[in-house]
């Protein structure tokens, strides 16, 4: 007797796989594929949401594996649920080396040069939590950012292949992500590793596909791919409008080349950081993760990237956005 499908599958591309009761059970030939998979996505928005107890009791609930790629770590809750963990299960951290004098043990490895910038981690092989966030008393507290819970096991074979080269001492390179286009209940998420998988030109191509809308938030703006785009859409009658982070504001960021246009773009009012690295599409497509529109952040650094296409999670989104903007039109 055959298994019955408990969901319903479009298969869009090449080398897609399809799932049964929650399986992979074999390979199409279509093309445009995503792999369907069952789970949620959490959106949690630093510093007026409690983000330090989002990510602590993510990973209180680890029962074989921690697995975490971060910038730094600093923020006093996660060092001792990461040093408790350790005592029980299969731990390992990878951090950038200008900052593993914050938390330096045994099953801790930095990179060798560039920036190892991600902030992710896998719990159990079966979830991760990625986004803008450090886990850092400045990222949870004091910074403006998000931070993203997504219960999916390919979501997570898909960061830990990442992990796994890094940890390994792969850097700045390694192979393209497995299954990138991974459907999570009606969530599409779209994920990618820099510089591996040319995360700008994936920002460029969906930026491309806005009919009415972008707004963005970002801490460093200074490639020139994404900020012609969005002079183009612009041009091509798209309402285009963001906040930038006003100490990143110089003679090579977007800021200026973006008001000359008269794009309505502006500083931010935070007294710290403003520290999202966030463009939503036509208020339904959010794009974010570890990775500023930058240079370095596109072909330098070790990043990643998440396209969410959700309405709900976009107006979570936008209404982070209408906060950010709200401080700084208050400053």
Same mark, same amino acid.
């Given at each position: 007797?055959?298994?019955?499908?408990?969901?319903?599958?479009?298969?869009?591309?090449?080398?897609?796989?399809?799932?049964?009761?929650?399986?992979?059970?074999?390979?199409?030939?279509?093309?445009?594929?995503?792999?369907?998979?069952?789970?949620?996505?959490?959106? /949690? !928005? #630093? $510093?007026?949401? %409690? =983000?330090?107890?989002?990510?602590?009791?993510? +990973? &209180?609930t680890a029962e074989e594996s921690i697995h975490c790629a971060v910038f730094e770590l600093d923020l006093p809750e996660v060092?001792?649920?990461?040093?408790?963990?350790?005592?029980?299960?299969?731990?390992?951290?990878?951090?950038?080396?200008?900052?593993?004098?914050?938390?330096?043990?045994?099953?801790?490895?930095?990179?060798?040069?560039?920036?190892?910038?991600?902030?992710?981690?896998?719990?159990?092989?079966?979830?991760?939590?990625?986004?803008?966030?450090?886990?850092?008393?400045?990222?949870?507290?004091?910074?403006?950012?998000?931070?993203?819970?997504?219960?999916?096991?390919?979501?997570?074979?898909?960061?830990?292949?990442?992990?796994?080269?890094?940890?390994?001492?792969?850097?700045?390179?390694?192979?393209?992500?497995?299954?990138?286009?991974?459907?999570?209940?009606?969530?599409?998420?779209?994920? /990618? !590793? #820099? $510089?591996?998988? %040319? =995360?700008?030109?994936?920002?460029?191509?969906? +930026? &491309?596909?806005?009919?009415?809308?972008?707004?963005?938030?970002?801490?460093?703006f200074t490639h020139e791919g994404i900020g012609n785009t969005l002079l183009l859409k612009d041009l091509d009658g798209v309402?285009?409008?963001?906040?930038?982070?006003?100490?990143?504001?110089?003679?090579?960021?977007?800021?200026?080349?973006?008001?000359?246009?008269?794009?309505?773009?502006?500083?931010d009012g935070n007294k710290q950081n403003m520290h999202h690295k966030v463009f939503i599409v036509d208020e339904s497509t959010?794009?974010?993760?570890?990775?500023?529109?930058?240079?370095?952040?596109?072909?330098?650094?070790?990043?990643?990237?998440?396209?969410?296409?959700?309405?709900?999670?976009?107006?979570?989104?936008?209404?982070?956005?209408?906060?950010?903007?709200?401080?700084?039109?208050?400053?």
């Amino acid at each position: 007797m055959k298994k019955s499908i408990t969901f319903i599958i479009l298969i869009l591309a090449l080398g897609g796989y399809f799932f049964m009761d929650g399986e992979i059970t074999g390979k199409v030939t279509e093309t445009n594929s995503f792999v369907a998979d069952i789970g949620d996505v959490q959106v /949690y !928005f #630093c $510093p007026h949401e %409690d =983000c330090t107890s989002a990510l602590t009791q993510f +990973l &209180e609930t680890a029962e074989e594996s921690i697995h975490c790629a971060v910038f730094e770590l600093d923020l006093p809750e996660v060092q001792k649920v990461i040093l408790n963990k350790q005592k029980e299960i299969d731990v390992k951290v990878v951090t950038d080396n200008d900052y593993l004098y914050e938390f330096n043990y045994s099953f801790v490895k930095t990179d060798t040069w560039g920036l190892m910038h991600n902030k992710f981690c896998i719990v159990d092989s079966k979830k991760v939590s990625t986004g803008s966030m450090n886990p850092t008393v400045n990222g949870a507290n004091k910074n403006n950012n998000n931070l993203l819970l997504i219960n999916s096991v390919t979501t997570a074979n898909n960061y830990e292949d990442e992990f796994q080269e890094m940890w390994s001492g792969t850097f700045k390179k390694g192979n393209n992500v497995k299954n990138p286009s991974v459907m999570v209940n009606d969530i599409q998420l779209e994920m /990618y !590793f #820099c $510089p591996e998988d %040319d =995360c700008a030109d994936k920002i460029e191509e969906e +930026l &491309e596909k806005a009919e009415q809308s972008i707004h963005f938030m970002t801490f460093s703006f200074t490639h020139e791919g994404i900020g012609n785009t969005l002079l183009l859409k612009d041009l091509d009658g798209v309402h285009v409008e963001g906040v930038m982070e006003a100490r990143q504001v110089s003679k090579y960021s977007r800021f200026e080349q973006l008001s000359y246009q008269d794009i309505d773009v502006i500083k931010d009012g935070n007294k710290q950081n403003m520290h999202h690295k966030v463009f939503i599409v036509d208020e339904s497509t959010v794009i974010t993760g570890s990775m500023n529109p930058s240079a370095g952040g596109d072909s330098r650094n070790d990043e990643n990237l998440i396209i969410i296409r959700d309405s709900t999670i976009a107006s979570e989104f936008m209404e982070e956005y209408r906060f950010v903007k709200g401080e700084a039109l208050d400053k």
